[in-house]
């Protein structure tokens, strides 16, 4: 099997996972960007306290039903619907969502009982229902049910049901039910059903149901059910 039937077929499957996270975004970029309405009942003083609405910032429990275009979130965030062009906001501290918290930067912990999408990183521990998709680095624990994709680099411990995706190098424990797929190298402990596949090297402990496939060197401990297979 090449690298590239391997990657498209992990690819394949994980387009179940990311339109599920990505879903969670709202209205696509098509649509004309509306203004904020930064409306919010606000228990505190100077920006600390309860927030209860669409508060631009807040340090301090935020409940919002639909984020929209907010800035800085320092504490505990929760929302129930897709969020509105919130690929800016920084969240520091805890994220849970019911559809599934979107932002651009989420340090701490992100929950998302359907997906969670992170326009330039997640930092710390991110759990998805379905998938968790990462438009930038991907750095700490992840786990999703369908997928974990990472349009940056991955590093620390990532678990999907069904792929792990990252477009640069991928470094640590990365297990999957169908497939691991590194676009630069791939580096730590890998373990998939299918096979794990690097454009680059792959080094450390790897094991593939079917194949373990290099693009540049293999080296360590390496088990493929049918080939393993280094340029």
């Not at 339109?19 to 606000?42: C, I, K, T």
């Not at 998709?133 to 990532?158: E, F, P, Y």
């Not at 297990?175 to 998939?192: I, N, Q």
Request: proline share 2%; charged share 10%.
């Amino acid at each position: 099997m090449s690298p590239v039937s391997l990657l498209t077929v992990c690819l394949v499957a994980l387009a179940a996972a990311y339109p599920a996270a990505s879903a969670a975004q709202g209205d696509s970029g098509q649509a004309p960007r509306g203004l904020p309405g930064y409306r919010a009942l606000n228990l505190g003083v100077h920006g600390v306290g309860v927030s209860i609405g669409n508060s631009r910032r807040w340090t301090g429990l935020r409940i919002n039903f639909q984020d929209h275009a907010v800035e800085r979130v320092n504490g505990l965030n929760l929302t129930i619907w897709n969020a509105k062009h919130n690929e800016t906001m920084e969240l520091n501290g805890v994220a849970l969502g019911l559809a599934g918290p979107v932002g651009g930067t989420f340090n701490g912990v992100t929950i998302g009982v359907i997906g969670a999408v992170a326009d330039r990183g997640f930092h710390g521990v991110t759990v998805a229902g379905l998938g968790a998709v990462s438009n930038g680095d991907t750095r700490g624990l992840t786990v999703a049910g369908l997928g974990v994709v990472s349009n940056g680099d991955m590093t620390g411990i990532n678990v999907s049901g069904l792929g792990t995706v990252a477009n640069r190098s991928m470094r640590g424990v990365n297990l999957a039910g169908l497939g691991v797929v590194a676009d630069g190298d791939l580096t730590g402990l890998s373990v998939s059903a299918l096979g794990t596949v690097a454009n680059g090297s792959e080094g450390g402990v790897n094991v593939g149901g079917l194949a373990v496939v290099g693009n540049g060197r293999v080296w360590g401990f390496t088990v493929g059910g049918l080939a393993v297979v280094s340029n």
